[in-house]
């Protein structure tokens, strides 16, 4: 299942030596952190609408529109999928009590 996430990565480090012009990607990280954080608010606000709207389809479609601009942001940063899916891995078991309390720590 997280193949096509690694997939993904590999494609988004490839647009950091493309064109602004040329590529949708591109211009988000020529333009910065608080573009792709406007744009991760926009999705995550279509997602919720979505869901408030109960149209499953439409969830699907802006979840991955949600999941791939979180993707261009861990890539600006220098992170990728198997940085989320090992904290996800070291969640796995733990109720969510006990996780946010071991993060207060």
Avoid at 47 to 72: R, S
Avoid at 78 to 91: C, S
Wanted: overall charge negative; charged content about 30%; some cysteine.
């Amino acid at each position: 299942m997280s193949e096509i996430l690694r997939q993904l990565a590999d494609v988004l480090e490839q647009r950091k030596q493309q064109s602004a012009e040329k590529s949708y990607v591109a211009s988000l990280y020529a333009k910065g952190l608080d573009t792709i954080l406007k744009k991760i608010g926009e999705e995550a606000t279509e997602t919720v609408i979505a869901a408030k709207g109960g149209d499953k389809q439409q969830i699907v479609y802006e979840t991955a529109d949600l999941w791939f601009h979180c993707m261009v942001l861990l890539a600006q940063q220098g992170l990728g999928p198997d940085d989320v899916l090992n904290e996800l891995q070291r969640r796995f078991g733990l109720s969510g009590i006990e996780e946010k309390a071991q993060r207060q720590k």
